[in-house]
């Protein structure tokens, strides 16, 4: 397994949109669970994301309808498509990977952790 590696960040203006992609690695299964995670300055980091290894996908109420993960096993890609930004938004943004089916809860219990990539959006 290698460390999973983020693009796609930038600054962009409330209301924008981004897609960012992480490069991670597949297991002959496919990719398992895999999420994106972010974290403000001075602020714990937090999940945004999830999908497991069957597809099903999870978000927390606070990125609900507007944050979209998904995953393509055949480019060993996963994405986080971030709609109607807002400058609460603004953090960096990590994707990390466990190669079990389903994925745990906490950030600690993610085993590989990209380097992240930098959104930030004014107002």
């Known amino acids: 397994q290698v460390q999973p590696v983020e693009s796609g960040g930038g600054s962009v203006q409330a209301g924008g949109s981004l897609r960012l992609s992480c490069s991670v690695s597949?297991?002959?299964?496919?990719?398992?669970?895999a999420a994106w995670f972010r974290q403000a300055l001075g602020k714990q980091r937090e999940k945004v994301a999830h999908?497991?290894?069957?597809?099903?996908?999870y978000y927390p109420e606070y990125t609900k309808g507007r944050f979209a993960i998904s995953k393509d096993d055949a480019k060993n890609a996963l994405y986080l498509q971030i709609d109607s930004l807002k400058p609460e938004d603004t953090a960096m943004y990590y994707c990390a990977t466990r190669g079990i089916w389903f994925c745990p809860n906490r950030a600690s219990e993610f085993t590989f952790w990209g380097r992240g990539t930098q959104v930030t959006v004014s107002s």
């Open positions: 597949k297991y002959p299964d496919g990719i398992r669970c």
């Open positions: 999908i497991n290894g069957d597809g099903t996908t």
